[in-house]
């Protein structure tokens, strides 16, 4: 069973076989105040995931204390970066994942990627997506695309 919490409500009642994604509000989301900061700390490293929703370079200093504060990189099995679709540029927050050196996946929604490629522009160079995702990805991620194995 796969969960994935807004993060405001309590995942303490959870049926512990249940996988969590827990989202993690930013402040440029108007959510912040909301997250229910418990819920970090009851994350376990063999299932659990937190995603953060990242706009701007504010929301990624706020992602940068939150994993720092609440050891989350040993705490989840995955941090995943979501970008806020259209909002901010993809090369640019690649790159601050990377000089970061955060063990972080970006995750980007499918319903975004209708057309199959995504051009990223900015601070690296002009990459489609598939340059974009293997440049960030952990090498032990093989990626799909309408049913073909891409690598």
């Not at 995942?11 to 959510?31: F, M």
């Amino acid at each position: 069973m796969l969960i994935e919490t807004g993060g405001y409500i309590s995942t303490e009642d959870l049926d512990q076989r249940a996988k969590v994604i827990l989202d993690v509000k930013c402040p440029a989301s108007g959510e912040a105040e909301r997250n229910h900061w418990p819920n970090l700390t009851r994350l376990r490293p063999d299932r659990d995931e937190v995603k953060f929703v990242i706009v701007d370079r504010a929301d990624w200093d706020f992602t940068r204390r939150v994993v720092s504060e609440y050891d989350l990189e040993t705490r989840v099995r995955s941090i995943l970066i979501s970008p806020a679709w259209e909002q901010i540029d993809l090369a640019e927050l690649a790159n601050w994942i990377v000089e970061s050196g955060m063990n972080a996946r970006i995750a980007i929604a499918n319903a975004q990627v209708y057309l199959g490629t995504l051009t990223c522009t900015g601070v690296a160079q002009d990459i489609d997506l598939w340059t974009f995702l293997k440049r960030i990805s952990p090498k032990r991620h093989t990626f799909y695309w309408n049913g073909q194995r891409r690598w």
